[in-house]
């Protein structure tokens, strides 16, 4: 195989990298959606939070609650409407072939986790910032409100903006190389 490399300029703007990441045996097992109308962000931040409610006080352990303390998260989600972008990622488990078959898409976790990898690299390089978020029993009313097909299912939803001049965030620190790299 011959492979070519080709530039990319830091203008390109974020859709450009959609779809770049590897993929198990090049199945592309994802779908991007960028919500920008507000009555759909709306739409998202009430489910978002009646299930959060429902997820932290019933359905998450009092240990994982106990361990969310310190970054202060709760079932109230501002930055759901106030964000200029959503970006929600969805993992398409299958598709079908053009003969009707159905197509399986190996590996379909990891290869969505580098793509996911590879648009909160480029946000941040496009001087923008996201959280990455993970809405726990969101997918089924969110896939029906944006009309994705059963075959998909919602990974990641990332609000996508500037950081408000307010924002804070924790101080955190990060495990030193020798403790993450080993050599042989
Ligand atoms: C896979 C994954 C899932 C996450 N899910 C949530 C979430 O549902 N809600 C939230 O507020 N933050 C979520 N976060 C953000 C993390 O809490 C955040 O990255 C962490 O507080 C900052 O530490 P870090 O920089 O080491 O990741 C998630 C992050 C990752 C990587």
Redesign the pocket.
Same mark, same amino acid.
């Given at each position: 195989m011959t492979l070519k490399f080709v530039r990319h300029h830091r203008e390109s703007n974020i859709p450009t990298i959609f779809g770049t990441a590897p993929s198990g045996a090049h199945t592309e097992p994802w779908t991007f959606v960028v919500v920008r109308d507000a009555s759909t962000k709306a739409a998202i931040r009430d489910i978002v939070e009646e299930e959060e409610e429902l997820n932290y006080s019933q359905r998450m352990s009092r240990q994982w609650v106990a361990d969310?303390k310190p970054?202060a998260?709760r079932h109230i989600k501002p930055y759901l409407t106030e964000a200029p972008a959503l970006l929600l990622v969805f993992r398409q488990t299958h598709s079908m072939r053009e003969d009707g078959k159905k197509k399986m898409h190996y590996y379909s976790e990891i290869s969505v986790a580098i793509a996911a990898g590879f648009i909160l690299a480029a946000i941040q390089y496009c001087g923008l910032v996201a959280?990455?978020?993970? *809405?726990?029993n969101c997918n089924s009313r969110i896939r029906a409100l944006l009309r994705r097909p059963p075959s998909e299912r919602l990974e990641?939803?990332l609000p996508v903006g500037r950081p408000h001049p307010e924002a804070t965030? *924790?101080d955190?620190h990060?495990k030193p190389l020798q403790d993450i790299m080993v050599m042989i």
């Open positions: 969310l970054f998260t959280l990455t978020s993970t *809405p726990l990641l939803l965030v *924790p955190l990060r």
